[in-house]
Structures are given as structure tokens and as C-alpha cells.
């Protein structure tokens, strides 16, 4: 989401500076200030000790400062995530991109299709695959642009082409009906399918559910939402579109970020109070290896994306999950989402920010499942 986006930037510049301020120290260390001797002439290199200490510190947690910060910012871990892949394929969607899939559990199974948030790609659903291969085949992608998957081109990075990537992975089930589950820009994908193509989620759609997302442009439903709005034009747009232009300096100052752990402080701001390490790493280390500019071009998708509305149209029941302290995506957008569908329950789940799926897995994990079998199990059955 562009809030976490943001941060990150201005604390990459934060970075950058710290570093560069090592490498003056540094230099200016070994320069020294040199006297004259008079008695013989003899010139005399003298040198700060405390430069070449700070120097050498401050370089140092340039290059090593996540293993310092993560313990500082989130617990230890009981049950850690990883970055995993299955076995996946490449198919083509209709918009032209390359798609990466991965089909996990037995084929005759009722079938769940996950779709992650932005900047992220299909292996954050770590737990949720896990949790759920019990009872279901669970489907998982990277959309456009991100993970394994390309886009046909920067114009391919937009809602509507992920909701048409959407309906080419459910098509790709070969199942006659499937449950949708989408978090953050996942959510918002489907979403974009219910409003654009309603007829294919009213056949192929059994169920939704919507975690920690919303139903307009994020800038309006995140905290300082009219800060947000009132520096769109003369900031946010200008300067995303200058940091696709230059993709390769803002990779290598992203991956600085990484090494020196300010880049997970600002992942850090998505999480609640239960994130453990291995949550904030895995996020972190998808956000950074994601290309920029393609991460960019989402954000700037979003900005003219609303949909508003859209479940009204649809009669498979939706399941809205929120954060009870999410600051990207506030409580009142999964609200207002629930209030509109004819068929929809919204959930809050205390305590947890906007990566609340990973934070409470066994909680949302627990609700997804329960909501799946009611919809995949009772066929023709809308009630929630």
C-alpha cells in the first residue's frame, strides 16, 4: 500500500545519509590534519581516533544494521515463516501476462485461490497454504510485475489487468467453483472483478474473502487520509514517476535499506503487537527484491482505482476481515465494504495491523477455512 511505501522512501534516504556520513568520517580519518615540526622539519599526520570509531560504526550498521534492529522491533519466533516456493507453472493470461501459479493439495479438493497485497509476492501465504492444505487445494499466484509473474508491459500493472489475471487462474483450476481470498491490493482485485466481469463471479465465485483491504483509492481510507490527498498531485504522483525513471539507483538504495534494517522499521509500521521476526524479515525481503518501478506503477494504479459499491451486484457471500488497528487500510473501509455486499460478515480481529494474516495466522487461517466449507460444501447454499 502507498503508506508503507512512503515511509520506506524517506527512510532510505535516512539510510543513505548515515552512510554517507561513514564514508566522510572514514575519509576524513585517514586524511588527518598534518603539522610541521620546526625543529626539523619533519611533518606529522594526525588523526581523530573518535572519526575512524564513529565512522566505522556507522558504516558497519549500514551494512549489518537488521540484525540489530529486527530483534529490537519484533519478538522471537515459535513458528517461523519462510519465503518457500512449490512447484509452480507460467500460464498466459488474456492481458498478455506471463502468470505464475502454484497448485498445492489434492485435485479433487474444494479449491481455494489466494492473491497477496502489494510489493509482496505468492509465498507470504506461507501459513495459510499450510494451515489450509488439510481440507482444500489451495492455488496461489504473484500477480503482474511481481514474484515470478511479468506483466505484458507498465500498462499491465493496474487493477482491471489483475482482476482479468484473476479470472485466467480461476479458468486454470479447470474447478467449476472456487473461493476467492485476497489481502490488501488482493482484495481490491477481487473487487475489481465483481464490478467488471459479474456474470464470471456470480458462476465461478462460491465465496470471497477480503482481508485488511479497501473499496476506493487507499490514499482516502489510511490514517492522515487528507494529508495524503492534499500531497497526491504536487508530491506523491511526481516523485513515484521520477523512481520509475530511475529504477536501478532506487534498487540499490532499497537493498541498502534492507542491509541496514530501516527498511524493515518501516515494514515494522504494518504489523501490530504480535509480529515475530521472521514475519517482519519475510516481508521486508519481498518489498525490497521486488522491482521499484514496477512497485511504483501499483501505487499509482491504486490512486485511480474505486469500486465502490461493487459487491452490491454479486450473490456470493463475501467474508470482510480488518485489523483493529490497521493504519493502511483503516477498520471502516471493511465496514463499508460488508455494508454493501448482500451477503457479507465483517470481522475484526483485535489487536492486529495490516499484516494481521501473518500476525494471527491460526485466527484468520481458522476463518477462512470455516467460511470455504460453508461455501464449497453447500452447494447453491448463499447463506452465511
Known amino acids: 500500500m502507498p503508506l508503507m511505501i512512503v515511509v520506506r522512501f524517506l527512510l532510505s534516504l535516512v539510510s543513505l545519509a548515515i552512510l554517507a556520513g561513514s564514508i566522510y568520517l572514514l575519509a576524513e580519518w585517514y586524511d588527518g590534519t598534518i603539522y610541521v615540526i620546526k625543529t626539523d622539519g619533519e611533518m606529522v599526520r594526525h588523526r581523530e581516533l573518535w572519526m575512524l570509531m564513529v565512522g566505522a560504526a556507522l558504516f558497519a550498521f549500514s551494512l549489518m544494521g537488521r540484525f540489530v534492529m529486527v530483534p529490537m522491533l519484533a519478538r522471537g519466533d515459535t513458528d517461523p515463516t519462510k519465503p518457500e516456493r512449490g512447484d509452480g507453472v507460467t500460464i498466459l493470461s488474456p492481458t498478455g501476462a506471463g502468470l505464475y501459479v502454484e497448485s498445492m493439495g489434492a485435485p479433487n479438493l474444494p479449491t481455494i485461490v489466494l492473491t497477496h497485497g502489494w510489493a509482496m509476492d505468492s509465498t507470504i501465504w506461507y501459513y495459510a497454504r499450510r494451515d489450509l492444505l488439510a481440507d482444500f487445494r489451495v492455488v496461489r499466484w504473484d500477480l503482474p510485475g511481481l514474484g515470478r509473474s511479468k506483466a505484458a508491459s507498465g500498462d499491465g500493472i ?73 500531497i497526491r498531485w504536487p508530491l506523491l504522483e511526481p516523485v513515484m514517476r521520477l523512481l520509475i525513471v530511475l529504477q536501478p539507483l532506487v534498487w540499490l538504495g532499497a537493498w541498502q535499506s534492507y542491509f541496514s534494517g530501516s527498511a524493515h522499521l518501516s515494514n515494522r509500521l504494518g504489523f501490530g503487537k504480535y509480529v515475530t521476526r521472521s514475519q517482519l524479515e519475510h516481508t521486508t525481503l519481498l518489498s525490497t527484491r521486488n522491482p521499484p518501478g514496477n512497485i511504483m506503477r501499483g501505487n499509482l494504479a491504486m490512486f485511480r482505482w474505486d469500486a465502490t459499491g461493487a459487491l452490491a451486484k454479486v450473490s456470493p457471500p463475501v467474508l470482510v476481515v480488518g485489523g483493529e488497528v490497521d493504519i493502511v487500510t483503516k477498520p471502516n473501509a471493511g465496514v463499508v465494504i460488508a455494508t454493501s455486499a448482500p451477503l457479507a460478515r465483517y470481522l475484526a480481529v483485535e489487536g492486529v495491523n495490516h499484516m494481521g494474516f501473518l500476525e494471527l495466522s491460526a485466527v484468520y487461517d481458522r476463518e477462512i477455512a470455516q467460511f470455504a466449507k460453508l461455501c464449497l460444501g453447500n452447494a447453491g447454499d448463499k447463506a452465511l
Do not use: C
Open 158 to 230: 493496474d487493477l482491471e489487468a489483475f482482476a482479468k489475471d484473476l479470472a485466467a487462474v480461476v479458468e486454470w483450476t479447470g474447478t467449476q467453483q472456487v473461493v476467492l481470498v485476497g489481502h490488501s491490493i488482493g482484495g481490491m482485485t477481487i473487487q475489481t472483478l465483481a464490478r467488471d466481469m459479474p456474470e464470471f463471479f456470480n458462476t465461478r465465485i462460491a465465496g470471497a474473502v477480503l482481508l485488511n483491504t479497501t473499496y476506493t483509492n487507499p490514499l482516502k481510507t489510511m490514517i492522515l487520509s487528507r494529508l495524503a490527498q492534499a
